[in-house]
């Protein structure tokens, strides 16, 4: 059982950083005691901001020593507080924001290595100075750190054509609970020696160990790239539509988001400079996108082709084509700023749920099904990832209705939405991970067997239970 540390315990672990890089009076430490939905306030007596590897290890060794916990700390827009310390004022926070640089970019290899701290936008743009692509995107990559990306295996926009984080690593370096360091920072495609050591912390949420760096692949930059927003009438043309398309274009289909009419007017009516550029009124909205390194290819050609035979077949009722860098730019604004329309608009219960593609359909009809039934003050805002079955069916208050009544409807909802989703063989976290948030879910439905496996891993790495308490597993 982790303690609260000592003054003399909190002396060292000042030492073990430079002067300016901890901080421990309430102003400071407050940015690090709520998280981006502010579900948890919680509080500590330290942060500390380690620039090298060797000085998070020297953290680590304290801690392991005093049996002390550590909560660590990305860019903070974890949906599910897992980043957040607890409110007993004993974990300690250890923010990567200083350990940031990017090692390496190896062209030739398509990698680079980056420090967990070097923001997901940071990491892009290392990689585009190369001449490549790092694939992972997501509307809060200003923002967001690799090191955070990793801990929750972060999704986005381009997990159709890419994979998610998971899919994107080649090698790791992580500290382990104990101080020791796994340098396992290799840049390889093909390494068949034994476990997949790395593999463990990823999605772990620093339950396991510290990610301090990170080996990513890179790809060809795209040199064609055909965008498109389309109308359609319903979830079932949005799969039709998206089939077409990968059977002409194959992987270069990049993305495939869904938006449901309430989505796209809530982004037109609450964020500024955000339009609709379609004619017609349409229930669903498809954002597609196309890309090749080959500039030659003519994508938009190829879309405008498909688009017009889907159209003549009454799959799709009204379509645009992206004209020009800016016109492309404004129909990713539309679908990246339904988070922030939802915010302004007010309250919402949030499900990032997963299912196969197949079963996104029944997931829509028989979810907004179960929310009109069981909250009445609610309105369904389902959108997201549909070209990899990931959709975020949140809830939004309608105006007008009691608060209390609509948020008293959480878990009930969540329940329902989760018996719903294991039903159609989904997942209750697709890709927001599952921090403090989804804990007790996570232990009521995972496989007993995957379940004991994942507490054997936690007591075989963190014996001492030090590291990130209280997410992703529940204290047996
Ligand atoms: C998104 O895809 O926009 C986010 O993952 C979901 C959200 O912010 O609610
Ligand atoms: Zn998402």
Known sequence: MPRPPSPATLAQLKAAVAPGDWLDSAGDVAPYLSD????????????????????????MTICHREEVA??????????????TPDESGSQIVVSMQRLNRVRHVDAANYSMIVEAGCTLAGAQAAARDANRLFPLSLGSEGTAQIGGNLSTNAGGTAVLRYGMMRDLVLGLEVVLADGQVVSALKSLRKDNTGYDVKSL????????????????????????????????????????LLARLRGAAGDQVSSCELMPRIAVQM???????????????????LLIELGSPNPHQNLTALLTRELEEAAAAGAVQDAMLASSLAQAQAMWKLRESVPEAQRRHGASIK???????SAIPALIERGTTLIEQLAPEGDVVSYGHAGDGNLHFNVSQKPGTDL???????????????????SLGGSISAEHGIGRLKAAELARRADPVELHVMHLLKKALDPKGIMNPGKVLCAN
């Not at 339950?207 to 760096?213: E, N, S």
């Open 70 to 83: 550590v909560v660590p700390h990305g860019g903070n827009t974890s949906y599910c507080g897992g980043a």
């Open 201 to 240: 912390f990823i999605g772990a949420e620093g339950t396991l160990g510290l990610i301090t760096a990170a080996s990513l692949k890179l790809f060809p930059v795209p040199a064609d790239t055909a965008t498109a927003l389309v109308g359609i009438d319903s979830p079932g043309r949005a799969l039709e």
């Open 404 to 422: 209390a009544a609509f948020t008293g409807r959480t878990h009930a909802l969540e329940r329902a939405m989760f018996d719903l989703v294991e």
């Open 267 to 285: 982004t037109v009516q609450y964020v500024p400079g955000v339009a609709n550029p379609l004619d017609f009124d349409c229930a669903w909205y």
């Open 351 to 357: 499900h990032d749920v997963s299912v196969p593609v």
């Open 36 to 59: 981006f939905r502010h579900l948890y306030r919680g509080a500590t007596p330290l942060v500390l901001r380690p620039r090298s590897v060797e000085q998070v290890a020297g953290i």
